[in-house]
């Protein structure tokens, strides 16, 4: 089948379980809170029926909102990678009919031992009262809690393990969490596990036990997606709870070492309002010293922490600090020109000045919270907020 620039495999062949339990292609698949919330779940109506409105539309060469991130990261997108890597487009011929699941995307549980800036207590067990600190100041969502026993409905699904080529394991964190030695055993048992390519996305944060690591080099390939926002302190800033970004490279660089099934290191990070100046120097730092790993990275969108929500100012300076340096590798140059058409082809946001002195707010809020100071991880934005935010300065003199 040839590829029409719209079509993606998962359409035909995946599926993503999210922490509530609802289902969609995958975990890129935008469908916002207010939409998850009313999709039903993968018995009924049959999931194979669900999205045959996506797939006639990928058929027909035609854009798909909720696949927007795909069409900006192009070839480095999840959509090119289904098609080209994981399965071969080229060798298939597609109908408008659901094939077979080959492919699945497992939210284990909300089990963590960060507590994130941009994350919430849905994805982490550790952010419960401090959602509810922010709910009492700010109003908002309520904090949530995940069943424990969340492990025994994902065994109860409807699935068909024993076709599966591939499986994605998101938290939480995963090695943090109890559940995934059992989820891993399920797997053992259920599917051909030397066929199958095994996603985990961690913190690298915690150490691996040895029956952990025997377990897990029984798969085909094993996908170790380390998650490090920035290569200095704005990983721990953002990131609050972790080591410094040295010791989570360590530990990272030892699971590589464990895991003989991993064929090369992988870091995706996650930018936000606090940590994008930083973008172009870490995409730097991995080009020139892992130059083998794959980089990938995301631009948080919906939050008050979303880079989208800046004003004209922090934008400029935001490009500016990306070209302090003009000796990049190409490698590098190519994922700065990426961000920055990202950065500047956002939809229009309506409440874009409520939700930057939301952030503002939140941010100084869990300064007290947590008893820490932006200047003392990411002096440069604090720095320039102060030079351009009257608000930022009266927070901060409260």
């Known amino acids: ?20 339990n609802t289902v969609r292609p995958c975990c890129r698949f935008d469908i916002g809170e207010t939409k998850e919330e009313s999709v039903v779940g993968f018995i009924e109506p049959p999931y194979a029926e669900k999205f045959s409105w996506l797939r006639k539309n990928m058929l ?17 997108s999840m959509r090119s990678h289904a098609n080209n890597i994981d399965y071969r487009l080229e060798e298939v011929e597609l109908t408008g009919a659901f094939n077979k699941l080959q492919s699945i995307e497992l939210s284990l549980d909300n089990l963590c031992n960060l507590q994130c800036k941009m994350c919430d ?36 699904l409807n699935v068909d393990w024993q076709y599966l080529t591939k499986i994605k394991v998101l938290g939480g964190e995963p090695f943090y969490s109890p559940n995934f030695p059992t ?56 990131r609050w709870g972790s080591p410094g970004f040295d010791e989570s490279l360590a530990v990272y660089k030892e699971y590589l070492v ?24 870490d995409m730097d730092y991995w080009a020139t010293n892992y130059p083998e790993w794959s980089v990938s990275f995301k631009l948080v969108e919906n939050s008050e922490y979303s880079p ?31 961000a920055t058409a990202i950065l500047s082809s956002a939809s229009l946001n309506n409440n874009k000045t409520h939700d930057w002195q939301m952030f503002m707010k939140k941010m100084n809020e869990l300064d007290k919270y947590y008893d820490s100071n932006l200047r003392d991880y990411n002096p440069e934005l604090d720095k320039v907020l102060m030079e351009n935010e009257d608000e930022w300065r009266q927070l901060n003199e409260r």
């Open 183 to 238: 989820l891993i055993d399920f797997l053992i048992e259920k599917c051909d596990v030397e066929n199958v390519t095994l996603e985990i996305i961690t913190n690298a944060t915690k150490k691996l036990q040895p029956s952990l690591v025997d377990k897990l080099n029984k798969f085909k390939r094993i996908i170790l997606v380390g998650s490090i926002d920035g290569t200095n302190d704005y990983n721990v800033y953002q």
């Open 1 to 20: 089948m040839e590829d029409n620039g719209k079509i993606c495999l998962l359409a035909w062949n995946g599926m993503a379980l999210s922490m509530k």
């Open 60 to 76: 027909e060469g035609k854009d798909t909102p909720e696949c927007g991130l795909c069409y900006q990261q192009g070839n480095d």
């Open 308 to 338: 989208y929500n800046g004003p004209d100012w922090y934008n400029e300076w935001i490009l500016s600090e990306w070209k302090t340096h003009n000796d990049r590798l190409p490698i590098a140059t190519k994922k700065i020109d990426m």
């Open 121 to 156: 207590s849905l994805f982490s067990s550790k952010l419960y009262y401090r959602d509810e600190h922010l709910l009492d100041k700010f109003g908002g969502r309520e904090p949530t809690k995940v069943p424990k026993n969340r492990i025994e409905y994902i065994k109860g």
């Open 258 to 281: 464990q895991l003989t099934n991993v064929r090369k290191g992988h870091i995706h990070s996650t930018y936000t309002t606090l940590n994008l100046n930083g973008f172009a120097d």
